[in-house]
């Protein structure tokens, strides 16, 4: 009974990370830009196109999910983005504790079978 609701709380923040990682790219984005229509276009453009790539190939429903190597490949890229953009942005703690979680999560999702 416990273990099942662990499991639904890392299923939970698996999405919150998600969700992370277009707040994430979002602020880079808007910090980044030299000029406001730069700053929007990356602060909206970044977390939009990752959204889109995320939908198509990583989310759990999707009829296009990698399995494998890529999908692994795919996750690193996707959630390490997140990282990379708070630690250009220089949010470095947050950075690592993103990262931290996303390494933890992944685990247990592999010890779980999720």
């Keep these: 009974m ?18 992370g990682v277009l707040a994430a790219l979002g602020y880079w984005g808007f910090q980044t830009g030299p000029t ?8 909206i453009g970044a ?10 190939l990583g989310a759990p429903m999707s009829a296009r999910r ?6 692994l490949l795919l996750k690193v890229v996707f959630f390490g983005s997140a990282a990379l953009a708070l630690f250009a942005s220089g949010n470095h703690i947050l950075a690592v ?6 390494v933890l999560n992944s685990v247990l999702i592999i010890i779980w079978g999720q």
């Design 47 to 56: 977390p939009a196109l990752a959204a889109l790539v995320w939908s198509q």
């Design 2 to 19: 416990i273990l099942t609701g662990l499991k639904n709380v890392n299923l939970a923040v698996m999405f919150f990370l998600e969700l």
């Design 36 to 43: 406001l229509l730069a700053k929007i276009g990356l602060g």
């Design 66 to 71: 990698l399995r494998g190597l890529p999908y």
């Design 97 to 102: 504790a993103f990262a931290l979680v996303f």
